[in-house]
């Protein structure tokens, strides 16, 4: 009797194999920023006990997929899609903590790059793609190395194997990647043409899978031939109604509805189950609204739990999940690196490069790799440097690999701004670059405007010693016609007949303290040529006064920079500290503007005197973001200059090498003679309101309390006024739009200044300029 129970036991335990080890394969499609959508879909299954044991992916899907399949729980890839860095990925930003300041060239107004490469053609190439890959290329390295590294890069030996899409537009076809570097395969699947640039996977350049197989269903099938497909789809993007062709949007649909194939929701089979998150108001390309996004696949799946329950009758409990989970992720070897090698340029270059990460210990960290990387990046020597981390079992660590390409030798930029005011100006550049085991730059670039004249010669050379060094000289003209700027909102019935210019010949070099901070030393032969009226009168046929400045300037600048963008940042701190010693020779010359007064008081005056000046200058400065929001960013500017600058020949020429307070955007297109003191302090709150992506409306206040303000004594007379005994405001409040070509802003702002100053401006572009020889 015994032995007839067992065996009917036997029996019953045999015909109950199939049913409870059901295999269940999940297939997650392409769709952009809907894909995230599969995170609630993942979360709500392995909540409900669902095993998951296959998974194939392509896009947004190969990305979720690939998480889950390298041992990352569904709370962590939620985490990672809610953090500001996922924001910074897909977007093309990345954290200036890591980038490298001390390479940055000066900022320019620059807004469109063509590079030249030198062959027999010369041929121009522009950039082909939207979003910069930096910060994602080392973010899917850090993600997936040491799951990768683990399975071998065996892709049947992660933690659930798996299988994502990519593309090959030469042969027009579906590749399934099932082997190599997880890292890679992730970045290949995601490549969207003209958004990302593609990469090399086989000797083939491949772009995202959805071109040819969005919803990858029939790969589950033939690669794992699971007993039952989930299969969940986020690329709905057929209309019941054709798009209205007035409808503003549908241009922006048309890279979505070229790039993704149709979604065969039948390939998951008569037994499949098929969820298809209510998307209809998300958008592919926004990845902002990311906990909505998930919600809506968690509760498509739940919607969908009975009937998943019903036909999927095995269960993984939770503890079960989290213990193979904890044994795969703990045979994760530690990202310890041996060693760095560098491709895809000559042996001087490859030094170059290796000096950027080389350590005194023997082996080094994700953080050394991190920050090398993030300097090699900042070097604009390089076209392209595409990160990769390769395991080597037998010493158990890691090597970093770097495909680095050198820039094309010329660089070409274009740029400037259009105003509504008479400041408007046009910005070319020119770049040469030149790499071996030292990195040479040469440059050369163009100011023309009617108010607004810059002509600036440079060379650089950077030394990638254990202390990275750096040897420039620049050579620069300045002209500021501030006559041709007399009118803000309406024609100033008292216009500025000053014309300011400058010449410069300047040696430096430079040093970093970290990531964001640099010391440069200075040493600059000056000359400044200033023209001006004595009383704000001009006629024709009248002699402007003339101050000729020449000497030279010495300059320790101790400099940090973390801002986020050129002009009109939310985010990020610029500080400076300089130590400036001048010495030179001031020349004045009086024109013939005169009343008879006046000439009466100057008859007796040389034609022209000559007296020697020197003096220090100590200018502080910082302006940072300190609280930022999720829409709202709260920065202030504090300013000092401490100088014991004489007093020049006149009221004018002492004003106009006086130390200057630029609180505004087009503060330097205006002269302010009420915002000018040897010595000053000066700041004020910047408020910033995020009304919508890329659209800030920015209100600013500041004040400006000199040491001691300049006198005018009868004609040209100049003395100092009591001590702290007046202060001056500026105000702003304006929209700015930040579009690819720069910002357009429309601001009203109003000065506290002799003539009160306020107005309306509107400009497209960047309100930069090159600093004056004094400055």
């Known amino acids: 009797m015994i032995r007839i129970m067992k065996l009917l036991i036997l029996v019953l335990t045999l015909f109950a194999l199939p049913l409870y080890a059901q295999k269940v394969g999940l297939v997650l499609s392409g769709g952009g920023a809907k894909g995230l959508a599969h995170i609630g879909i993942i979360k709500a299954l392995e909540e409900n006990n669902i095993p998951i044991d296959y998974i194939t992916g392509t896009s947004m899907g190969g990305i979720v997929g690939a998480m889950y399949a390298a041992g990352?729980?569904?709370?962590?890839?939620?985490?990672?899609?809610?953090?500001?860095?996922?924001?910074?990925?897909?977007?093309?930003?990345?954290?200036?903590?890591?980038?490298?300041?001390?390479?940055?060239?000066?900022?320019?107004?620059?807004?469109?790059?063509?590079?030249?490469?030198?062959?027999?053609?010369?041929?121009?190439?522009?950039?082909?793609?939207?979003?910069?890959?930096?910060?994602?290329?080392?973010?899917?390295?850090?993600?997936?190395?040491?799951?990768?590294?683990?399975?071998?890069?065996?892709?049947?030996?992660?933690?659930?194997?798996?299988?994502?899409?990519?593309?090959?537009?030469?042969?027009?076809?579906?590749?399934?990647?099932?082997?190599?570097?997880?890292?890679?395969?992730?970045?290949?699947?995601?490549?969207?043409?003209?958004?990302?640039?593609?990469?090399?996977?086989?000797?083939?350049?491949?772009?995202?899978?959805?071109?040819?197989?969005?919803?990858?269903?029939?790969?589950?099938?033939?690669?794992?031939?699971?007993?039952?497909?989930?299969?969940?789809?986020?690329?709905?993007?057929?209309?019941?109604?054709?798009?209205?062709?007035?409808?503003?949007?549908?241009?922006?649909?048309?890279?979505?509805?070229?790039?993704?194939?149709?979604?065969?929701?039948?390939?998951?089979?008569?037994?499949?189950?098929?969820?298809?998150?209510?998307?209809?108001?998300?958008?592919?390309?926004?990845?902002?609204?990311?906990?909505?996004?998930?919600?809506?696949?968690?509760?498509?799946?739940?919607?969908?739990?009975?009937?998943?329950?019903?036909?999927?009758?095995?269960?993984?409990?939770?503890?079960?999940?989290?213990?193979?989970?904890?044994?795969?992720?703990?045979?994760?070897?530690?990202?310890?690196?041996?060693?760095?090698?560098?491709?895809?340029?000559?042996?001087?270059?490859?030094?170059?490069?290796?000096?950027?990460?080389?350590?005194?210990?023997?082996?080094?960290?994700?953080?050394?790799?991190?920050?090398?990387?993030?300097?090699?990046?900042?070097?604009?020597?390089?076209?392209?440097?595409?990160?990769?981390?390769?395991?080597?079992?037998?010493?158990?660590?890691?090597?970093?690999?770097?495909?680095?390409?050198?820039?094309?030798?010329?660089?070409?930029?274009?740029?400037?701004?259009?105003?509504?005011?008479?400041?408007?100006?046009?910005?070319?550049?020119?770049?040469?670059?030149?790499?071996?085991?030292?990195?040479?730059?040469?440059?050369?670039?163009?100011?023309?405007?009617?108010?607004?004249?810059?002509?600036?010669?440079?060379?650089?050379?950077?030394?990638?010693?254990?202390?990275?060094?750096?040897?420039?000289?620049?050579?620069?003209?300045?002209?500021?016609?501030?006559?041709?700027?007399?009118?803000?909102?309406?024609?100033?019935?008292?216009?500025?007949?000053?014309?300011?210019?400058?010449?410069?010949?300047?040696?430096?070099?430079?040093?970093?303290?970290?990531?964001?901070?640099?010391?440069?030393?200075?040493?600059?032969?000056?000359?400044?040529?200033?023209?001006y009226s004595p009383n704000s009168r001009f006629s024709l046929g009248d002699i402007l006064d003339k101050t000729v400045f020449n000497g030279s300037r010495s300059t320790l600048t101790f400099e940090q920079n973390t801002f986020n963008r050129k002009q009109y940042p939310n985010r990020g701190r610029n500080f400076l500290l300089s130590l400036n010693y001048y010495a030179g020779r001031e020349s004045y010359t009086p024109g013939n503007i005169a009343d008879e007064q006046d000439i009466l008081l100057t008859a007796d005056k040389n034609p022209t005197t000559k007296k020697f000046r020197e003096w220090l200058n100590l200018k502080i400065s910082d302006d940072n973001y300190f609280l930022k929001g999720r829409r709202y960013a709260l920065g202030y500017l504090f300013e000092g200059v401490f100088s014991n600058q004489p007093l020049f020949s006149n009221y004018y020429s002492t004003l106009l090498s006086a130390p200057a307070f630029y609180p505004l955007q087009d503060s330097r297109s205006i002269f302010l003679e009420n915002f000018r003191a040897t010595s000053y302090l000066a700041g004020g709150i910047k408020n910033v309101y995020s009304i919508k992506r890329n659209l800030d409306l920015r209100l600013e206040g500041y004040v400006f309390l000199p040491y001691e303000k300049f006198g005018k004594i009868d004609f040209q007379g100049i003395e100092h006024r009591k001590a702290l005994s007046t202060w001056q405001y500026a105000a702003t409040a304006g929209l700015v739009y930040h579009t690819p070509v720069g910002p357009v802003s429309l601001s009203y702002n109003i000065y506290d200044d002799p003539i009160k100053r306020n107005g309306v401006l509107l400009h497209l572009g960047y309100l930069i300029y090159n600093k004056r020889s004094i400055e």
């Open 72 to 531: 990352y729980s569904p709370d962590q890839i939620e985490m990672v899609a809610l953090s500001t860095d996922f924001q910074d990925w897909v977007s093309g930003r990345y954290n200036s903590d890591f980038s490298f300041f001390f390479q940055k060239k000066s900022t320019n107004p620059s807004v469109l790059t063509a590079k030249l490469s030198v062959d027999s053609n010369l041929r121009l190439s522009f950039r082909s793609n939207l979003i910069n890959d930096i910060p994602l290329n080392f973010a899917l390295m850090e993600l997936f190395s040491q799951a990768s590294a683990i399975a071998k890069d065996n892709f049947d030996h992660l933690f659930v194997p798996y299988r994502c899409m990519v593309s090959d537009v030469f042969s027009q076809t579906s590749i399934t990647v099932a082997k190599g570097s997880l890292a890679e395969a992730v970045r290949a699947t995601m490549t969207v043409p003209l958004i990302y640039r593609p990469i090399k996977l086989d000797d083939k350049y491949v772009f995202d899978g959805g071109l040819y197989n969005n919803f990858p269903a029939d790969v589950m099938k033939k690669n794992f031939n699971p007993d039952i497909i989930i299969g969940s789809n986020v690329s709905a993007k057929n209309y019941n109604e054709y798009p209205k062709s007035d409808d503003d949007r549908l241009m922006n649909r048309l890279m979505r509805f070229m790039f993704l194939s149709k979604s065969d929701s039948t390939l998951i089979g008569e037994n499949g189950i098929y969820i298809e998150p209510d998307l209809k108001s998300y958008s592919a390309t926004n990845f902002n609204p990311v906990a909505a996004l998930i919600k809506q696949g968690y509760d498509a799946a739940i919607a969908e739990m009975p009937q998943i329950k019903e036909r999927i009758a095995r269960r993984v409990g939770i503890n079960e999940i989290m213990r193979r989970r904890n044994v795969f992720n703990k045979k994760k070897p530690n990202l310890v690196f041996s060693g760095v090698t560098v491709t895809g340029v000559n042996n001087d270059q490859k030094k170059y490069v290796e000096r950027l990460f080389k350590r005194d210990k023997k082996v080094f960290d994700l953080g050394d790799i991190k920050q090398g990387y993030y300097k090699l990046v900042a070097d604009e020597t390089f076209e392209t440097v595409y990160p990769k981390i390769v395991y080597h079992p037998a010493s158990d660590s890691y090597n970093f690999e770097i495909a680095a390409r050198p820039q094309k030798s010329f660089k070409i930029d274009f740029g400037g701004n259009i105003a509504t005011r008479p400041i408007s100006n046009v910005f070319l550049g020119a770049q040469y670059h030149y790499l071996n085991r030292k990195s040479y730059t040469f440059g050369a670039s163009l100011y023309s405007g009617r108010f607004y004249e810059s002509v600036q010669l440079n060379g650089r050379i950077d030394y990638p010693s254990r202390l990275p060094l750096f040897l420039a000289a620049e050579l620069t003209y300045n002209h500021f016609d501030y006559y041709n700027t007399s009118s803000i909102f309406i024609e100033n019935p008292h216009p500025t007949y000053i014309e300011q210019a400058d010449r410069k010949v300047d040696l430096k070099i430079g040093f970093p303290l970290n990531r964001n901070t640099r010391v440069i030393l200075s040493s600059a032969f000056i000359n400044n040529f200033d023209r």
